[in-house]
């Protein structure tokens, strides 16, 4: 059976409530009636209320951009999964490129964070992808089993269930570079290949591993004619309603 392909929306740190509400004011009508794929907006935690009120009833689900692995403390601003879903999100990205580069996440705090998720029945999308040096060192597929590597770890096939990875090479985000069709690809069958490891065959045959890096309307569609593409996570060409759109048209 095909994989039901992943739209999902990464709106990083811009939108605040009312300009959230704008979005789907305009968003919805454009994707009404449009199941064929599964569609995800994932906007700041402050907008997560306005966007769940606003999407109610339609097929967009909302997801936060990163979580916490405990389930409450002294964290003094962060948030758990537990409060995620009591909101209504049902997925959450976890180890996004910028979280590594500005945060300083590791492979193991992304394995804490997708274990909370998945315990909270979250729909996890755990991003991977190697930097320019890396690629240019002939590094990446290095780079890849080791994050899927740590990523997965002491997690059974079982509690994956809902597991979501996106490939992300890091030199395409927000550059307005993409990776062709093939070389996201041959990336998506090594994270794939981890994921036979870690999880079984049947496990990695249904895995969805979406492309992420510069998705705009117009390279859309050839990514998504790719077998080994199952969607995009989208960054700025997500924050314009006609444009998001287009990509869900693909
Ligand atoms: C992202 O933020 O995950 C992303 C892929 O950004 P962009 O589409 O802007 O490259």
């Given at each position: 059976m095909p994989r039901k392909k992943v739209l999902a929306a990464n709106w990083k740190?811009?939108?605040?409530?009312?300009?959230?509400?704008?979005?789907?004011?305009?968003?919805?009508?454009l994707i009404s009636g449009n199941d064929r794929d599964e569609i995800v907006v994932c906007p700041p935690?402050?907008?997560?209320?306005?966007?769940?009120?606003?999407?109610?009833?339609?097929?967009?689900?909302?997801g936060a951009q990163n979580l916490h692995w405990e389930k409450e403390g002294a964290f003094t601003g962060e948030i758990s999964a537990a409060m995620l879903l009591d909101v209504g999100c049902t997925h959450v990205i976890i180890g996004h490129s910028e979280r590594r580069q500005h945060f300083g996440e590791s492979d193991d705090v992304g394995n804490v964070k997708l274990k909370a998720a998945l315990e909270a029945g979250l729909t996890p999308i755990v991003c991977v992808g190697e930097v320019l040096e890396e690629r240019e060192a002939g590094l990446t597929e290095d780079?890849?089993?080791?994050?899927?590597?740590?990523?997965?770890?002491?997690?059974?096939?079982?509690?994956?269930?809902?597991?979501?990875?996106?490939?992300?090479?890091?030199?395409?985000?927000?550059?307005?570079?993409?990776?062709?069709?093939?070389?996201?690809?041959?990336?998506?069958?090594?994270?794939?290949g981890e994921a036979a490891k870690a999880f079984g065959k049947e496990f990695a045959d249904n895995l969805r591993i979406l492309y992420g890096g510069s998705v705009k309307p117009e390279?859309?569609?050839?990514?998504?004619?790719?077998?080994?593409?199952?969607?995009?996570?989208?960054?700025?060409?997500?924050?314009?309603?006609?444009?998001?759109?287009?990509?869900?048209?693909y």
């Open positions: 740190m811009y939108k605040n409530p009312s300009q959230t509400r704008d979005f789907f004011r305009d968003f919805l009508p935690y402050v907008d997560l209320p306005t966007a769940i009120e606003t999407a109610k009833g339609s097929n967009v689900a909302i780079v890849l089993r080791r994050q899927c590597t740590r990523a997965f770890y002491s997690i059974s096939a079982r509690k994956a269930g809902k597991l979501i990875v996106a490939y992300e090479p890091v030199w395409a985000i927000g550059t307005g570079k993409t990776a062709t069709p093939q070389l996201a690809s041959q990336a998506h069958l090594v994270v794939r390279n859309a569609k050839s990514l998504m004619a790719e077998e080994e593409i199952d969607g995009a996570l989208v960054g700025g060409a997500s924050l314009d309603p006609k444009s998001f759109a287009a990509i869900v048209k």
